[in-house]
C-alpha cells in the first residue's frame, strides 16, 4: 500500500521568503510522485511530477521538488513567495504501472495551506 | 483549464435522492478516474476506467456506481444520499503517467 504525509497542515510565510512545503512518502514499488495545487472553489492543478527521470523537477509557477529515495521525500520549494501562492497543496503517489497503457490511482497526502503574508 | 469538464458544478438534494454527477474527459485520454474531497476523509480515490472497462476500485460506498460509455465520458451514479455524502467530487482523466483534474461537483445533501 501507498500512503503520504504532508508535515504542517498549514505554512505561512512572508512574501518574498522561501517556501518549503514537505512531503515523505511510502511506496513498495518506485513511485510516481505529484504536487498539486487547488485554489479557493477551483479543481486541483498539476504543479509537477517525478516519474523517475531527473531527481530535481521543475514545475509551473517557478516551483521545484526533489526526490530523495534515501528520505522517502519529495518537499515543494520556491525560492520567493507571491502573494499569488496561498492556495492548498497536495502531495501524491501514483501506483503507476510502469509500461502499461493505464495509470494507477492517486493517493493525496492531507494537504498544506500556504498562506502569504504582505 | 485542465480541458476536463464537469457537470453540474453545484447540486444540492435532499437524503435518501439519487443523483447522477458527469465527466468529460481530455480529448483522446481514455482513463477516467473519480475522487471524492472531503473535509474529514481529504481526497480519495473512488473508482478508475478506461476505456469502458472498470480497472480499479478504491474506498467507493455499494451506494455509488460509475460507468464509462462509448465516447468516454463518464457518470458517477450516488444513491440513498446521506448527509456524510456532501463532499467535492473530482473526476480526473489521463493518456499515460498524468492525472489531470475537473473543476469538480461540489455535492450538498439536506
Known amino acids: 500500500a501507498q500512503s503520504v504525509t504532508q508535515l504542517g497542515s498549514h505554512v505561512s510565510v512572508s512574501e518574498g521568503a522561501l517556501v518549503l512545503l514537505r512531503c515523505n512518502y511510502s511506496?513498495?514499488?518506485?513511485?510516481?510522485l505529484f504536487w498539486y495545487v487547488q485554489y479557493p472553489n477551483q479543481g486541483l492543478q498539476l504543479l509537477l511530477k517525478?516519474?523517475?527521470?531527473?531527481?530535481l523537477v521543475k514545475g509551473i509557477n517557478g516551483f521545484e521538488a526533489e526526490f530523495k529515495k534515501s528520505e522517502t521525500s519529495f518537499h515543494l520549494t520556491k525560492p520567493s513567495a507571491h502573494m499569488s501562492d496561498a492556495a492548498e497543496y497536495f502531495c501524491?503517489?501514483?501506483?503507476?504501472?510502469?509500461?502499461?497503457?493505464?495509470?494507477?490511482?492517486?493517493?493525496f497526502g492531507q494537504g498544506t495551506i500556504l498562506t502569504v503574508h504582505p | 483549464d485542465s480541458g476536463v469538464t464537469q457537470t453540474p458544478k453545484h447540486l444540492i438534494t435532499a437524503t435518501g435522492q439519487r443523483v447522477t454527477l458527469r465527466c468529460s474527459p481530455r480529448?483522446?485520454?481514455?482513463?477516467v478516474y473519480w475522487y471524492q474531497q472531503s473535509l474529514d476523509q481529504g481526497l480519495q480515490f473512488l473508482i478508475q476506467?478506461?476505456?469502458?472497462?472498470?480497472?480499479a476500485k478504491g474506498n467507493i460506498l455499494e451506494r455509488f456506481s460509475a460507468q464509462q460509455f462509448p465516447d468516454l465520458h463518464s457518470e458517477l451514479n450516488l444513491s440513498s444520499l446521506e448527509l456524510g455524502d456532501s463532499a467535492l467530487y473530482f473526476c480526473?482523466?489521463?493518456?499515460?503517467?498524468?492525472?489531470?483534474f475537473g473543476p469538480g461537483t461540489r455535492l450538498t445533501v439536506l
Open positions: 480526473a482523466s489521463s493518456a499515460l503517467d498524468t492525472q489531470y
Open positions: 511506496s513498495s514499488v518506485p513511485p510516481y
Open positions: 517525478y516519474t523517475s527521470a531527473a531527481t
Open positions: 501524491a503517489v501514483s501506483d503507476a504501472r510502469a509500461g502499461g497503457t493505464s495509470y494507477g490511482k492517486l493517493t
Open positions: 480529448s483522446g485520454d481514455l482513463s
Open positions: 476506467y478506461y476505456n469502458g472497462e472498470e480497472r
